[in-house]
């Protein structure tokens, strides 16, 4: 599934990237050993067959609520020098998907980064004669100011240079407007602060013609993560928190509430539900 409808709004994903991993470089304790007993919801989607390597999904989310077109996490980005082969100077047709999906440069409203790690900013900007400049134009650009903040004298460990090439641009530029973690974009579309990931992590709430949904950020990863709140989560800034953060979550829009991945492959979105003293996430 690639879109979906909240009331009166429609979301549309977008992917800039999949990459398989294996499941233990995230997650060092998500052994196939610990993982089989799972797989009756984990696979086929979000684990494959040997319980030892999962995809993992870098996409945007579109957001149309009433006139605004708001992207949700601007992934990788095209020409940029990262550590990461795959990642490394890549050419893609991720803007052409964007204008598929009714987000041409143009016409983007705002941009919402749910934080500042490097596959989360990347398409903020793009290379013209050299420079790095804004790749919407017209956007607002909406940077937490508490995530800033960290970072500001930081350097994300996955991607140092990504401050540089597309974060510092913003910053600097007439776009950027510094929000608080539980901002409001629309009359249906608001932040609600995920700490613990990162310190300034937002995750964006859509509410609609009483239907709910909730854009993840990297507060989950995986789905895997619905059973096991607790595992250590290697990007995690803080993992104390994002634990705590992490059961809240579950407790608030367990049941009810369309959860959106931000990595999670497709199906991408589903439910997160009671599974005996566990939750699981069913599509
Ligand atoms: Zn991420």
């Known amino acids: 599934m690639e879109s979906w409808k909240v009331g009166d709004v429609q979301i549309h994903r977008v992917v800039d990237l999949l990459m398989d991993m294996p499941t233990n470089f995230l997650f060092p304790q998500a052994t196939p050993e610990q993982l089989l007993p799972l797989q ?30 708001i992207v949700v996490d601007t992934c990788i980005g095209d020409n940029k020098e990262r550590d990461a082969p795959n990642w490394n100077m890549r050419t893609s047709n991720f803007l052409d998907n964007l204008t598929e999906r009714g987000a041409p440069r143009e016409a983007v409203d705002m941009v919402l980064c749910t934080h500042l790690h490097v596959d989360h900013v990347g398409w903020n900007t793009i290379l013209e004669n050299d420079t790095w400049v804004p ?22 460990p996955f991607g140092k ?3 540089q090439d597309s974060i510092l641009p913003i910053v600097a530029s007439d776009l950027v407007q510094f929000v608080e973690t539980d901002h409001r974009l ?36 995986h789905p895997l993560q619905f059973a096991h709140p607790s595992w250590q ?51």
């Open 233 to 283: 989560d290697i990007a995690d800034v803080d993992g104390a928190i994002a634990e705590q953060t992490r059961l809240a979550f579950m407790q608030e829009y367990g049941d009810e509430t369309l959860v959106l991945g931000t990595h999670f492959a497709s199906p991408t979105a589903g439910h997160i539900v009671r599974d005996g003293e566990f939750w699981r996430f069913d599509v």
């Open 135 to 156: 790749t919407f134009p017209n956007a607002r650009y909406l940077i937490g100011r508490e995530e800033w903040a960290f970072w500001e004298h930081e350097d994300d």
């Open 40 to 69: 009756s919801w984990l696979m086929p989607h979000f684990l494959n067959a040997s319980a030892d390597t999962m995809t993992v999904s870098v996409h945007t989310f579109v957001v149309q609520s009433g006139d605004a077109t």
């Open 161 to 163: 240079q990504a401050k």
């Open 186 to 221: 629309t009359d249906e579309v608001r932040l609600v602060p995920t700490p613990g990931h990162t310190p300034g992590h937002v995750s964006v709430l859509i509410e609609s013609r009483g239907e709910r949904a909730i854009i993840t950020g990297d507060l989950f990863h």
